[in-house]
Structures are given as structure tokens and as C-alpha cells.
């Protein structure tokens, strides 16, 4: 696919990566892991924020449009630029839909397009009287070939190729990769590899150059991935897997679904003793006796809902006739009020043990990466920002 028009503009030849420790995103770390009531504000849904400000949505390339058009540059600009005035910490890349699925098939210009994408955010972060960034750019890696879908996935080769093209285009811009809706535990495995290929080209590179990754998923009705798996079986390989792989990932978040999808989701975690040994935090006192010292690698929590209605399981981007139509019930209190206060919070005094063997013990898992998806926009991350902040956030 060509760029219609003069994309050129912005300036993505910079490849030499920042040359220093990433101080934002390491003193974020630290005080997520001081306390579990800590929070790292997201932001909303960059591609529907977009269409709302005028960006034709083709039902083609969707929201790559914003990049492939300079002439959208700026809103795309003014959309980072609203979540962080409503509070959001970290900003994503709008680079989710330049994928080989909609015909961005030649490499080279994925990697050309998601780096400006990339530095669409970084400048907005970057302001000009400061050399502190007063946000976090996470780099969007979005499936390759369609949304939702988990038997649409390209075999395993294939989409660890494709998604290496993103991977590099991003690099020079982003803080944290952020691999989401991911819909299958394979699809999250193809951008972890592409990652760790990326970094082992890059041989010379130092550790703390390296960006870490989060991994987020897009749930079915009833809280397991897309393709049925549960979310307790899946998230340890993901763990593992990374780990093997030599990416560090940072967390998982469940993304792009119905907030009540979540909430049964993490339900799941909460009651089952194994995943508590992934977690920086667990408001409770051990499950089980086991050692938490020597167990794998842990990880945060993340959750960022969309205002869809249900989607359909064969949906396709192009199929769709207009744009998804979204739910009434979901205002910026209701979605603090219904879902985010209880995935931070969780239901004090509930039972999180099945096994009767061990202490059955009351507790809570807090979720620490909280923002939104498709529909949330920068009212809903006012909202947030103003109860976490009363609650202790
Ligand atoms: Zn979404």
C-alpha cells in the first residue's frame, strides 16, 4: 500500500536508540511496587477519539488513516494531547492498525509508518522547555491480521516477521512495548519473539536500553481469551515464555472487551493460588506456603475495558458496515463506580483459596494499570484520575 499523500513530513530517520536509563518508566516501577494502591493512568481509545474529531473511519485501515494522511497529524496530536491533560501517565502509539491484515504488506513501510506514529506521541511528550517527558509513550503492537479473531492469527514464522517490522519502527519513540488485543496466547508468543529477535540482532545493546513489554488480552464472555483458554492457564506460559525469551515483561492487562469480562477474568486470578505467585501484590496472606522468593518473574495487572456493544465472534473489520455501535451505560462514574473501583479494590472479605487444605484467607488483588479502550475517552480518564486520587491512587 502507498501513502496517499505526504506522510513524509514528519522526520523518523532518528534509529540510534535514547541514550540513557529511562527515568519516568523506572520511578513508575518503583512506586507501583511500593504499594498495591499505587496506579500507572493510561489513557482512553486513541482510534474512536480520533473518528470523533473528524478522521473518517474507511472501515478499511481504520484509525491508520490518522498516519497515513499528514493532514491528520496534528489531531492525532491533539488526542494524546487530551488524554494527558485528563490525567493520563503513559500515551499509545496510533499504530495499532498499520498491520499486513488491512494491506500494509511491504515491511519497510510498516516500519516507516508506525515510527511516525511513534513520534507523533514522543513529541507531544516532549515539551519543548523541558528534557523530562511528562508521560510514558507505550508503542502499539496490535494483532496482524484482525481484531478478535484467533483463528485469523498468520502461522508462527510469519507473524513474528511481520510484527519485527513494528517492533523496529517504534524502537527510537516508545518507552514499553504494549502487544494488545491480543487474542490468543500465540499471537502475544509472536511479539514477544519478535521483541527478543529484535534485541539479539541488536547485540551490543545494553539492559537498560531494552524496553520491557506488557501484554494485554481481549477476553469472550465469560472471561477467558478469545480462543477459550482461561486467563490462569495462559498468563504463567506468557510469563515463562518472556522470561525464557529474555523480554522482560512488566504486565499483563486485559483489553478491548466488555468491562464485566474483567471483572470475571480476574475473579479467576483471584481464586487461584498459582497465579498469586506471578503477582508484585497480594492483599492477603499467602495461599500458600510455597516461597514466593524463587518463583518466576512477577508481574503488574492491567485492565482497560472498551464502550462497545457485544461484539460479534465473526466480526471483521471490513465486513462491519459502520462503526461499532456503543453502550449507554457505561459514563465515566459508571465505569469507576461498576468496574475500576472493584478491580483495584476487589471485594474485601471475599474467599480468594478454593483449596481447603490451606488457609482459607480473606483478600483482595489489585489491578495498578488502569485506562481505557475503544470509546473511553478523556472524560472517563478525568473520572479516573479524580477517584483514584480520593482513593488513595
Ligand atoms: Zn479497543
Known sequence: MNAPDDSDSIDVSESSPRNRINVLLRNHLKRLQSSPTETLLLDGGTGEELFLRGVPDDRKI????????ARYH???EDVHK??????SQAITTNSYGITPGVGFTDGEEVKRLVGVAGSLARRVVTPPTSSHPVALVLGSLGPQVESYRPDMILKHDDGVRAYQY???GLYPYIDVYLAETMSCLEEAVQATDAISKFYTE???LNESLKHP????FTLDRDGNIRDGEPVVEAVPKLIRYAHDKKVELIGVLFNCCEPESITKALEEIRRDPHMHRHLHHQLMQPCSTQALEDGPPKIYLGAYANKLAPVDPKWTLESSEGAQAMRADLSPEKYWDGFVKQWRNGNAGAEVCDNSNRDGV???IGVQLIGGCCGIGPS????????LRENNG
Open 82 to 87: 487530551s488524554f494527558i491533560d485528563a490525567g
Open 166 to 168: 513494528a517492533v523496529q
Open 202 to 204: 541488536l547485540n551490543d
Open 213 to 216: 513489554l506488557l501484554v494485554s
Open 362 to 364: 480473606s483478600g483482595i
Open 62 to 69: 481504520w484509525s491508520a488513516t490518522a498516519i497515513v494522511n
Open 380 to 387: 472517563h480518564i478525568s473520572v479516573l484520575k479524580r477517584r
Open 74 to 76: 496534528s489531531v492525532v
